[in-house]
């Protein structure tokens, strides 16, 4: 996909198609640059046929229309003026992208950016445009050699007055900056976890490390023993795929200001160790790596875009296995922090991988901290599919991450950290136990991560409804790379 600003005059222009929005009142979505007053009074002319509703979902080709030298108008349905909010418009992208594939063009000049979205401005659309346009057109079919669908790309020209012109070149970098952190993101969660190992994690890392010019150090299992991670090397003890620790730093900022950490859970794959997981969709915790996942992504957005600041993303990574060296439930553990867990159960495994990395980021003196993680099954009962669930030590990061959430589209839902739900983690034989229960079982996983951050600013982000989609249209989601990059984008100015 190539996306370019053009600030020629639509009769100038030559393209394959030009597309345009219309509401379910029939009225066509144009300014001044867009359409001429032959062309629009054709098009409205012929709207009064009635085989387009203007409806969500609804569409039309039209041929040879006078006074463009655009032989293809493509009209998408946007159904009531006054209800189009993000998501709608969202949708209409979507809806854009699926005729456009039926069709026989590579140039697409698009008006669809232009219209009038709720809580949405010219940058705002145009931005979603593309992020939309980058979200459909992703797969993951490196690993198919048969029935592989030819991709079809498009060149996009986004018309602009000269006034906006630099303006919408910003926003063109920043989007597609982040639509190449979000294809990371969701490749990495992809890639099958025979492919996508603790080790390979660490390369990508050093990929990124070198490309972007940060410094990227992949500790081993000495290293690790080391720094006396006993909660993370219990959980890593059942599998033969070696543990590591990746500490990525993006030091571009002033020397002395602090620096965002991000810490993404990385279990490659979670069989849920002696504590073993039903067979059914258990495929599916190949994604338990998502978090680390978001932080690579976000890392390559940051590199892309070069930020003048100081960011560091830390991944825990290794695989819960069952195996006769395995974490056992009645072990108790000794985390970095000198704080002694029970494993009750070695399926709670995030949050003892993460407890000790949120003790390793005490070293940088952090500004803020943020741990993302696919933590919780419980988490999905509560919030579903569409939010992440947000825990925080701290209203205004608390406020700062929902707002970046509702901005990029990627939201977040804040959730409980009160003292009431601690005494849930009791053990009788250790300082906590790794679960509390059925009751608020996101809620406790969290409580038991905040008895690890209490030095600075923290949030958790409960990512298991939200990293991926399963079913027909099973599949890495690329969050909450927005949100992370709207949140960070947000602290620069
Ligand atoms: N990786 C899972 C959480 C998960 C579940 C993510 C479903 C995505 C979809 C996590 O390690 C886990 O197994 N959590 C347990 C905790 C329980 C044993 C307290 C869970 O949610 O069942
Ligand atoms: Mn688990
Ligand atoms: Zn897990």
């Known amino acids: 996909m190539k996306f370019s600003i053009k600030i020629d005059q639509l009769e100038k222009q030559v393209s394959d198609v030009l597309v345009l929005g219309v509401y379910d009142s029939l009225k066509v979505v144009f300014d001044k640059l867009s359409l001429n007053t032959t062309t629009i009074s054709h098009i409205t002319s012929i709207l009064k046929h009635g085989d387009m509703s203007g409806k969500a979902g609804s569409s039309l080709i039209l041929y040879n229309i006078p006074g463009t030298k655009i032989s293809k108008i493509l009209l998408i349905g946007l159904g009531k003026e006054k209800e189009l909010d993000g998501k709608k418009y969202q949708a209409a992208v979507r809806a854009m992208i699926y005729e456009l594939n039926k ?25 979603h445009f593309v992020n939309e346009v980058m979200d459909v057109s992703y797969e993951f079919a490196e690993l198919k050699t048969i029935e592989k669908k030819a991709k079809k790309t498009f060149n996009f020209f ?14 063109l970098k920043k989007s597609f900056a982040l639509a190449k952190g979000i294809e990371l993101t969701k490749t990495l969660g992809d890639l099958p976890p025979n492919i996508c190992t603790p080790t390979y994690l660490g390369k990508k890392a050093q990929e990124i490390g070198k490309e972007y010019g940060m410094k990227i150090e992949v500790l081993d299992q000495k290293q690790i023993e080391k720094l006396k991670m006993g909660s993370f090397l219990g959980v890593a003890k059942g599998s033969r795929q070696p543990p590591k620790f990746i500490v990525l730093q993006h030091n571009k900022g002033k020397k002395m200001q602090k620096p965002i950490i991000l810490i993404g859970k990385g279990i490659t794959f979670d069989a849920g160790g002696i504590s073993i997981k039903p067979a059914g969709d258990m495929d599916e915790m190949k994604y338990d790596m998502c978090g680390a996942a978001s932080v690579l992504g976000t890392f390559k957005t940051i590199g892309l875009l070069n930020l003048p600041m100081n960011i560091v993303g830390i991944i825990p990574t290794c695989e819960n296995l069952p195996d006769g060296l395995a974490v056992k439930p009645g072990d108790i553990l000794t985390s970095m922090s000198g704080q002694t867990i029970e494993v009750l159960n070695t399926d709670a495994e995030g949050r003892l991988i993460l407890c000790d990395a949120l003790t ?26 569409h939010a992440s669930g947000l825990y925080s030590n701290d209203d205004k990061l608390a406020k700062d991450l929902e707002s970046a959430g509702q901005i990029s589209m990627d939201r977040v839902w804040r959730m409980p950290l009160w003292e009431d739900y601690q005494s849930q983690l009791n053990s009788n034989f250790a300082d906590m136990a790794n679960i509390g229960g059925r009751a608020g079982g996101s809620i406790t996983a969290a409580c038991f991560l905040s008895r690890f951050t209490k030095k600075y600013k923290w949030a958790h982000l409960d990512i298991a409804g939200t990293a991926y989609k399963s079913g027909k249209a099973k599949g890495a989601t690329g969050r909450p790379v927005g949100l992370l990059t709207q949140y960070i984008l947000d602290k620069l100015h």
């Open 360 to 385: 390793y980021a005490e070293r940088f003196n952090p500004e803020v901290v943020i741990d993302i993680a696919t933590l919780t099954g419980a988490c999905v009962i509560a919030l579903g599919h």
């Open 103 to 127: 069709m026989d063009v590579k140039t697409v000049t698009s008006y669809l950016q232009i219209a009038s979205v709720q809580g949405g401005d010219i940058v705002w659309n145009l931005e």
């Open 158 to 171: 986004i018309a602009s007055d000269k006034k906006n012109q630099k303006i919408f070149e910003g926003v």
